[in-house]
């Protein structure tokens, strides 16, 4: 990596690990994606990145799966975290599907239940218990704090600033949710304001949008998204022209060019750390929607390699896991 010595800025990579299902499934379930793990630990090895693999039950469940990954986080190289499916993470209850596969709308009960038999299932196949956490399609609710505590979980990552999810799924609203990190209560009614007390960190993904005044631009794009406006198709538009697009640090939605000026803003505006995201099943072609052939898996390599080697003239990239915010005690100011 070029390095820029006069910032830093801690660079994460973090891979949602699951199984090779795209759309959730109870049955029929392959994980043959993990294969690719191994070449992937290599890929990021080289540029001196250590992954965070939010790993599911599904996963977890496959002894030779669970064998690579074992393998790739061995001596520190990686972090082995957790990452719940509620649709096949027993307890299996209620109707998999809908509304149901965002945990947040699950009885608070099953949710402590699914999070405890994904816990076990980490400690039975990685030999310890994982202490950041993910929910699938990000759909975590308040009432999942407190078993996460509970649990002994310390960072959550499920929150994505400036999206809302409530189309999918009555999933989470996370517009108003701070760009940077900060604490969640267990006590608490919702996951999108920090609490000075709280035990549990949330880091949030890395997101943003193409125009320098996130605030500003935040509230337009609300508005253009509201169900009065929503007929115009504005936003549609605001995305097609350029003028105004919402950006993910994920090179399997985003180009290089649209990663990099994200990045640029957030290390201007004083954020300390930068979260590129993935999912595992992209690395093998034809599992997910972003790569469903080999070039395009190769071409997702290719984006990773281009963002990590160019964002270090933007500051210095320093390797780290979700885990190593598990212990910050004081969250930073952000403009």
Known sequence: ??????????????VDTEEDNWRPATDHITVDNIKEIPRFQEFVARMGLKPTYFTTYQVARVE????????????GAAEMAAHLHPWNTPPLERDPFGANTMTKNLPPALQKAKLLELTRQHEAAFGASPVSF?????????QLVKPLVECGYKVESSVTPFWDWRDYDDGPDFRVAPMTRYHLNQDGTTVVHNAEK????????SCGYN????????RLDRAMRSKVMRSTRLAG???RTGLLRRIMLNPEIHTVEEMLALSGRLINRGLDYLQVTLHSSSLRPGLSPFTPTAAEVNRLYERIDRYVGAVSKLATPVP????????VENIPEFA
């Open 1 to 14: 990596m070029r390095m820029n010595s006069e910032r830093s800025v801690m660079l994460l990579i973090s």
């Open 64 to 75: 030779w799966a669970a064998a690579l990954l074992k393998q790739a986080a061995q001596d």
């Open 134 to 142: 993910r929910a699938g399609r990000y759909g975590l609710g308040h």
């Open 198 to 205: 709280g035990r549990l960190v949330e880091l949030p993904l």
């Open 211 to 218: 125009r320098k005044d996130f605030v500003f631009w935040s």
């Open 237 to 239: 538009l605001a995305w």
């Open 320 to 327: 780290a896991v979700v885990a190593d915010f598990a212990t």
